[in-house]
């Protein structure tokens, strides 16, 4: 009984891992934090003067490993007092979402009015469209990191042998990390350079010739994250889900021992599946014409 | 202290060869210029390094080459997942194959490269022979993260009467930073993008990178042996 309530428990923790990884990843879209924001601060030093949401003051792993920190930390005060556990999670989310409230704004304006220089203006209704997005965005984050975190500590047996606040820490930055590798391809790569051609990747020389026309008026980061909920954001998800299951999972069916040889398995697997994808995207792109 | 010195600087510097594996486009690569990881070298060699100490954690109670096992299989689980959906994005989501200019032919596949590599661009996702290298990275900087944490775990369990939780809670804030300095200061040899350990680069920059690893390792963990020294004794 209890391995079968440690399975679903350790399946429940993938499915909120899923849900954070897809949140993580479009919260840094709409909020424009992470590798492709180089490309926004470019745009307005080559004449693309934007409307898009420009907030970057470190890389997403930090940034998240702060935030979720604060959550996991208020959480595990809020525990000590004996407070029930839903209106615990909640709290420490909220408060966490309010720091990265605070983080947005600051970082919007003080970026954009660092660009002054080259004529970019502060919008205001930039400013006021964008932050509850990210705000929503940060919070269902941040809420399943802390339940994920949760569960890992108070709830698993044999638990995580660590405090709410050091569990919310690793998860927020290896969170982050795959946000940051995965998610922001879909972004950069594609949606900011939706003006040039479809399967290639940007040149150098095109570097801030981003696309700042929507079909209607200016583009804003709400369209990316429309766009990117679409494929970058889930594929991220998908990703996180999968590590924090397999780590876990692994180690509940097979033992510590065995579960070496499974993860091995796993990689071996995943490599596999590397190359056959890899073998089938050459055939059907082709080469390129020079 | 002698054995928690010498794990450490063996720890620190296995995890600062490993970062030199990873192959790293940094902000290039998030927009198919170059190939590789598209984050910072010492970022996704931090989150590599977290899901290793994770694992490591789980195996606490084990002897300790078992919970350095451990660590690096778990390391290499979440290096080889997220390369591979990282090459999920860059082919079905901008229409890229996978391709680096930094070498002509992946010797594992045969795949040839540069007619692959689009115009303007050095590279986009992370071909075979990076991919094997990416391996290579999260098992050295898996198995250093968690040697460093089962040595700290296993001093602090002897000599202090503190509880399992409080023990593997100060081992993993210790070896954690262990990961945000070495990893740092690998970045800065590595300089940019590297491709792994069948770019040129590689050859180049392994060498002096290995040797100032060495040199920060022992500068590292005889600090941490002070403060932990003092965490026992003072």
């Known amino acids: 009984m209890d391995m079968l309530f440690n399975l679903v428990l350790v399946a429940l923790m993938g499915l909120i891992a899923i849900i954070a990884g897809i949140f993580e990843d479009l919260e840094s879209d709409v909020a424009s934090t992470s590798n492709p924001n180089s490309q926004v601060q470019l745009a307005p030093q080559v004449g693309n003067l934007?409307?898009?949401?420009?907030?970057?003051?470190?890389?997403?792993?930090?940034?998240?490993?702060?935030?979720?920190?604060?959550?996991?930390?208020?959480?595990?005060?809020?525990?000590?007092?004996?407070?029930?556990?839903?209106?615990?999670?909640?709290?420490?989310?909220?408060?966490?979402?309010?720091?990265?409230?605070?983080?947005?704004?600051?970082?919007?304006?003080?970026?954009?009015?660092?660009?002054?220089?080259?004529?970019?203006?502060?919008f205001l209704d930039v400013l006021i469209k964008h932050i509850p997005i990210s705000a929503a965005h940060a919070f269902i984050t941040l809420f399943s990191i802390t339940t994920l975190s949760y569960i890992m500590?108070?709830?698993?047996?044999?638990?995580?042998?660590?405090?709410?606040?050091?569990?919310?820490?690793?998860?927020?930055?290896?969170?982050?990390?795959?946000?940051?590798?995965?998610?922001?391809?879909?972004?950069?790569?594609?949606?900011?350079?939706?003006?040039?051609?479809?399967g290639s990747g940007i040149a150098v020389s095109n570097n801030g010739n981003i696309?700042?026309?929507?079909?209607?008026?200016?583009?804003?980061?709400?369209?990316?994250?429309?766009?990117c909920s679409k494929f970058g954001g889930p594929i991220s998800g998908l990703c996180f889900g999968l590590i924090i299951f397999l780590t876990f999972w692994i180690n509940l069916v097979f033992g510590i021992n065995y579960g070496l040889i499974a993860g091995l398995i796993i990689v071996l697997l995943f490599f596999i599946l590397n190359i056959i994808i890899e073998k089938n995207a050459r055939i059907n792109f082709g080469k390129y014409e020079k | 202290m002698w054995e928690l010195l010498i794990s450490l600087i063996i720890g620190s510097t296995l995890i600062g060869i490993g970062v030199h594996f990873i192959p790293v486009g940094g902000a290039p690569a998030a927009l198919s210029t170059s190939a590789?990881?598209?984050?910072?070298?010492?970022?996704?060699?931090?989150?590599?390094?977290?899901?290793?100490?994770?694992?490591?954690?789980?195996?606490?109670?084990?002897?300790?080459?078992?919970?350095a096992l451990s660590g690096a299989v778990g390391s290499m689980i979440m290096m080889s997942i997220t390369m591979f959906f990282s090459n999920v994005i860059h082919i079905y989501g901008v229409g890229v194959p996978l391709a680096s200019s930094n070498f002509e032919k992946d010797p594992l596949t045969g795949f040839e490269q540069d007619a692959f590599v689009s115009p303007g661009t050095t590279g986009h996702g992370i071909p075979t022979i990076s991919y094997v290298s990416g391996l290579i990275g999260s098992l050295l900087g898996?198995?250093?993260?968690?040697?460093?944490?089962?040595?700290?775990?296993?001093?602090?369990?002897?000599?202090?009467?503190?509880?399992?939780?409080?023990?593997?809670?100060?081992?993993?804030?210790?070896?954690?930073?262990?990961?945000?300095?070495?990893?740092?200061?690998?970045?800065?040899?590595?300089?940019g993008t590297i491709q792994g350990f069948y770019d040129e680069k590689f050859k180049q920059k392994i060498i002096s990178g290995t040797i100032s690893c060495f040199i920060i390792s022992v500068v590292l963990s005889l600090v941490y042996v002070f403060i932990i020294w003092g965490l026992i004794y003072g």
């Open chain 1, 50 to 122: 934007h409307k898009l949401f420009n907030r970057a003051v470190s890389g997403e792993p930090v940034l998240m490993g702060t935030t979720a920190t604060i959550a996991g930390s208020i959480a595990y005060v809020l525990f000590t007092l004996n407070y029930p556990v839903v209106l615990v999670l909640l709290i420490s989310a909220l408060i966490a979402t309010l720091v990265q409230v605070i983080l947005s704004i600051t970082s919007y304006m003080g970026r954009i009015t660092s660009q002054a220089l080259y004529n970019q203006p502060l």
């Open chain 1, 153 to 198: 500590v108070y709830l698993l047996d044999p638990a995580v042998p660590l405090s709410l606040p050091v569990t919310a820490l690793l998860m927020g930055i290896s969170l982050g990390t795959i946000g940051s590798a995965i998610g922001d391809i879909h972004y950069g790569a594609e949606k900011l350079y939706q003006n040039h051609e479809f």
């Open chain 1, 211 to 227: 696309a700042t026309k929507s079909p209607l008026g200016s583009r804003n980061s709400i369209d990316v994250v429309r766009f």
């Open chain 2, 36 to 67: 590789g990881v598209p984050t910072g070298a010492p970022m996704i060699t931090i989150g590599m390094g977290i899901t290793g100490i994770l694992s490591a954690a789980l195996a606490i109670g084990q002897p300790n080459y078992i919970i």
């Open chain 2, 142 to 191: 898996g198995v250093g993260g968690s040697l460093a944490f089962a040595s700290i775990y296993s001093t602090f369990s002897t000599y202090l009467n503190y509880s399992t939780v409080i023990n593997g809670t100060l081992a993993t804030i210790f070896s954690l930073m262990l990961f945000f300095i070495v990893a740092v200061m690998a970045s800065y040899n590595i300089g």
